[in-house]
């Protein structure tokens, strides 16, 4: 059974910081790419970034270049998102995702159920 369990998510002042993770099982792949994705109310889910699991640049959206930084650690099994300088318009649920495809790849085939971020201004 795929499974992808996010956390971290919370309520944060602009300006602050917030670290998400990812936990994926049950994948059916031997190589594989965990992307993030957001998706605020009443609008469409968005790319923000990815990385290969096994080796591999990383891959981000214009709007997170500089403040957003997504990491791998392969011992814990675990994507990490790490989110600076947040602003209100960071407001959303956070999903990570996995697929097979290359890290431009924008969408997932399995995607876990998502954890909220909201940014007080």
């Known amino acids: 059974q795929v499974q992808l369990v996010e956390s971290g998510g919370g309520l944060v002042q602009a300006g602050g910081s917030l670290r998400l993770s990812c936990v994926p099982s049950g994948l059916p792949y031997n190589w594989y790419t965990i992307a993030w994705a957001r998706q605020a109310p009443g609008k469409e889910r968005d790319f923000v970034a990815a990385?290969?699991?096994?080796?591999?640049?990383?891959y981000y959206a214009d709007f997170v270049k500089g403040r957003f930084t997504i990491s791998r650690d392969n011992a814990k099994n675990t994507v990490y998102l790490q989110m600076n300088s947040l602003k209100p318009e960071d407001t959303a649920v956070y999903y990570c995702?996995?697929?097979?495809?290359?890290?431009?790849?924008?969408?997932?085939?399995?995607w876990g159920q998502g954890t909220h971020v909201t940014v007080s201004s």
């Open positions: 990385i290969p699991v096994r080796g591999g640049g990383s």
């Open positions: 995702g996995a697929h097979n495809r290359g890290v431009t790849y924008k969408s997932a085939d399995y």
